[in-house]
């Protein structure tokens, strides 16, 4: 334990791997290091060829139990990827242009972006650059996909640049670094520890023969985040996931499922075990009544017809079999007309504790809008990133919870 006010805990005894790339703002990577340090994290560091030309190895192994990675490969023959499977939290800093298009299209061509790829825990990255290079739609595009996997870029700030111009491209302060990672750990409530939850998430992918599918558009994103939020706040977490192109978050248990069936059959194998379940996931309401065994040829036919049968629905199911009110139901509607009045029939005839009714927009972007309905009534929640929206649907079941432990 070192200093005062809490920072300590926030920090204290976490496994943090810096990752050290190629721009001048690499000598602040060692003060980084020490201040990491100071704050009780156990560090160890990876730094790339390039960003051993601004700062020597020894800077860091002198402070340091372990060696500090420079190459990708092992004695053994095999890549270094052990760095990011071992650090609960990585901090990519400085983070160059070229780096960060690596990490945002999978190159990992050296010992800091195998290592990343290679990540379990939160991520970290501190952009340092010349302005134009930040400001260029390619790096922008980068950081935004980055962004969109749950990693936290710590922009970078105006100042002077190494060519003496002035501009955004600047690292952020190590201790400002410092600050941001501490708040991310310090705001971690753990109120949902000792809960088992159960999320479904993104579309089902319904086949029609052996190359084509009937699906939807749902990226995921909001069951990725329910996933991740009750993880972080203590559950341990089943996440049943249809097609999507997101990394499973680290932690939880991941089913993947294609079609409708599949998912019924993966939740029904959980259900009875855990303290809620959350279906995020788009199921289609319809499947082919048959698959075709080989691809369905286009011939001269006029048309082709398709007959559709309809999926069982998974959520009323399971508010028709539960006994007694374990687990807690929360189901969404995506509406686009009358949604208060669709989501309260929607929570009558599933037999569902909560409906969370957001309005078409909110289907694949970033933020969602959304009414809960209860049978205590409606509350709105207005417009919030889906992360925000997932600490609210949990801070919602956990109430429910409550509750319902209050009542045994
Ligand atoms: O009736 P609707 O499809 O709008 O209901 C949406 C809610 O019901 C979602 O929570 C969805 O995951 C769930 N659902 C289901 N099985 C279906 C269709 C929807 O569990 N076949």
């Known amino acids: 334990m070192t200093r005062d006010s809490g920072l300590t805990s926030a920090l204290c ?40 030309r601004f700062v020597g190895e020894a800077a860091f192994s002198a402070f340091l139990n372990e060696p500090v990675l420079t190459d990708m490969w092992s004695r053994a023959g095999e890549p270094h990827i052990e ?70 870029v710590i922009e970078p700030v105006e100042g002077e640049l190494a060519n003496g111009q002035r501009g955004i491209g600047r690292m952020a302060e190590p201790e400002a670094i410092v600050a941001r990672l501490v708040s991310h750990f310090r705001g971690q409530k753990r109120d949902l520890a000792g809960y088992r939850v159960l999320v479904s998430a993104g579309p089902t992918e319904e086949p029609i023969d052996p190359v084509r599918v009937l699906t939807n558009r749902s990226s995921g994103k909001m069951g990725w985040m ?19 192109a997101l990394r499973p978050p680290e932690g939880v248990r991941c089913i993947e499922v ?28 319809w499947r082919p009544s048959q698959v075709h065994s080989s691809k369905i040829k286009r011939g001269d036919r006029e048309c ?53 009714a957001n309005p078409t927009s909110a289907l694949g972007g970033d933020e969602n809008e959304a009414i809960f309905l209860t049978r205590e009534g409606a ?11 997932a600490d609210r649907i949990w801070d919602e079941v956990r109430r429910l919870l409550k509750s319902l432990r209050n009542r045994d």
Request: net charge positive; charged share 25%.
């Open 13 to 52: 005894g976490r496994r943090v791997a810096l990752l050290v790339t190629g721009s001048i703002a690499a000598y602040k990577a060692v003060v980084l290091m020490r201040l990491l340090m100071k704050e009780g994290a156990r560090v160890r560091v990876a730094m790339t060829k390039e960003a051993s």
């Open 83 to 152: 760095l990011g499977e071992w650090a609960e939290v990585m901090v990519v800093a400085p983070a160059t242009a070229t780096t960060i298009a690596k990490m945002a299209s999978g190159v990992g061509d050296n010992v800091v972006v195998a290592s990343f790829l290679a990540a379990s825990g939160v991520v970290f990255v501190a952009p340092a650059m010349h302005h134009r290079m930040w400001l260029h739609p390619a790096t922008q595009r980068n950081v935004r996909r980055l962004k969109s996997w749950g990693i936290h």
């Open 226 to 244: 329910l996933a991740e939020r009750a993880r972080e706040r203590g559950a341990e977490v089943i996440l049943v996931a249809g097609p999507v």
């Open 258 to 285: 294609r079609s409708a069936l599949e998912m019924e059959n993966a939740i029904r194998a959980h259900w009875q075990s855990v303290d809620a379940v959350v279906m995020a996931a788009a199921v289609s309401d």
């Open 304 to 356: 082709l017809v398709l007959e559709l049968v309809p999926n069982p629905d998974i959520l009323a199911g399971l508010g028709k079999e539960r006994q007694g009110a374990r687990p807690v139901l929360v189901g969404f509607a995506l509406e686009s007309e009358n949604l208060v009045e669709h989501a309260l029939d929607k929570l009558e005839r599933k037999k569902v504790d909560l409906i969370v």
């Open 379 to 389: 509350k709105e929640i207005g417009r919030l990133s889906k992360g925000e929206l």
